[in-house]
């Protein structure tokens, strides 16, 4: 395209008028038309976009992922660490106790109702003052 432009007839409401000479005066535009032109041009962007990703500008679309891989990698090694803790503990008490087909399966059933009940703040804390509450009643 060259210099050359073609004129168009425009008619806005006093609002939009307004808004238009706001923004032109922090814009750093040399002209309203050149704002308008702008205006316009990120407008027609965002109509051809498929989707929100296409319409970020490269630069933040970059750092949103880069932030976004960094993310995936900690939660991808916090996952990994609490699953070798979590492997550690079942092969103890698994060497430690001889449970039986049936316990297994009731405890795995009483687990998931505790995570879903809780969603996912399961606490020590709260085992062992169940378990002197059951102590107590034992010995009433």
């Known amino acids: 395209m060259g210099s050359e432009k073609e004129r168009l007839s425009l008619r806005v409401s006093p609002v939009t008028s307004?808004?238009?000479?706001?923004?032109?005066?922090k814009s750093g535009c040399r002209s309203m038309n050149e704002l308008a032109e702008k205006a316009i041009g990120f407008y027609l962007d965002y109509l051809e976009a498929d989707n929100a990703g296409d319409f970020l500008p490269t630069a933040l679309k970059s750092y949103v992922d880069g932030r976004l891989g960094k993310l995936e990698d900690s939660l991808s090694s916090l996952s990994f660490r609490q699953s070798v803790e979590v492997d550690?503990?079942?092969?103890i008490l698994a060497d430690g106790f001889r449970l039986r087909e049936e316990d297994l399966r009731r405890r795995r059933a009483e687990s998931v109702n505790n995570v879903k009940r809780t969603n996912g703040r399961i606490s020590l804390e709260k085992?062992?003052?169940e378990g002197w509450e059951d102590e107590d009643e034992w010995q009433d």
């Open 18 to 25: 307004y808004r238009l000479h706001t923004a032109y005066r």
């Open 88 to 91: 550690m503990m079942a092969g």
């Open 127 to 129: 085992y062992v003052r």
